[in-house]
């Protein structure tokens, strides 16, 4: 009898370990988004008036919001018409050639645009080792802007590759400011950058190039 009860308390423990497991699984699976605004809200020439780079050493604390992470990160490098349209131009048509990710203290995740959901790519909260600059650490989300250059593999030349990629995350951090003024939030191009330290933190290829950051926080 003492071994009947002895072995029903395994399986029990053992099945709440594997539950456990389950739940802990399904929490990091991939977060769908909300659907981004697309209409309405401040209009274009505000918000370029009122675009800005959030001082550094009173840059906000404050967690953005799903629907506001939503809205920016459709801004940066969203589908805007069809399968193959988006709020940036890319060389020829190509699907964009930079990925951003968004270092939160939750973990890491990569915008995918297909599907406009984050997926998991960490459970560590990296933001404290990716600036030179102490205030980096203390913004609640810092997207990272990284050059995939496997993308680019149609171009030949390894300096217009970097060239295109420059030329994105330029329309793409705009277009992050834009949205962020547009809703009040705070934002911050961050150049100053531990790349060796986000590569590896963010598993990349040796040949992907991290660009530039932008902190976002309200």
Not at 112 to 131: E, M, P, Q, V, Y
Not at 136 to 145: G, W, Y
Not at 158 to 170: I, P
Request: proline letters at 5%; one cysteine or more.
């Amino acid at each position: 009898m003492k071994r009947f009860t002895s072995t029903l308390f395994l399986a029990a423990l053992i099945a709440s370990a594997l539950l456990a497991g389950i739940s802990a699984t399904a929490a990091w699976a991939d977060k769908k988004l909300p659907a981004p605004q697309t209409s309405g809200g401040m209009g274009l020439f505000e918000a370029l008036k009122k675009r800005q780079s959030a001082p550094g050493g009173d840059f906000p604390t404050a967690d953005p919001s799903d629907a506001e992470l939503s809205n920016v990160l459709w801004a940066a490098t969203g589908l805007n018409r069809g399968e193959k349209g988006w709020v940036v131009p890319m060389d020829r048509g190509l699907p964009p050639y930079v990925d951003v990710y968004a270092a939160l203290p939750s973990g890491v995740f990569r915008y995918d645009w297909k599907t406009h959901s984050l997926a998991d790519i960490s459970k560590k909260d990296i933001r404290a080792n990716l600036g030179l600059q102490n205030f980096v650490a203390s913004a609640p989300c810092s997207l990272i802007f990284v050059a995939n250059i496997e993308s680019l593999s149609a171009v030949k030349n390894d300096s217009l590759k970097l060239q295109f990629s420059a030329v994105a995350v330029g329309a793409m951090t705009q277009d992050v400011y834009l949205a962020a003024a547009a809703m009040g939030l705070g934002a911050r191009y961050i150049h100053s950058i531990k790349e060796a330290d986000i590569k590896r933190e963010l598993s990349l290829n040796d040949g992907d190039s991290v660009i530039c950051l932008m902190l976002l926080g309200k």
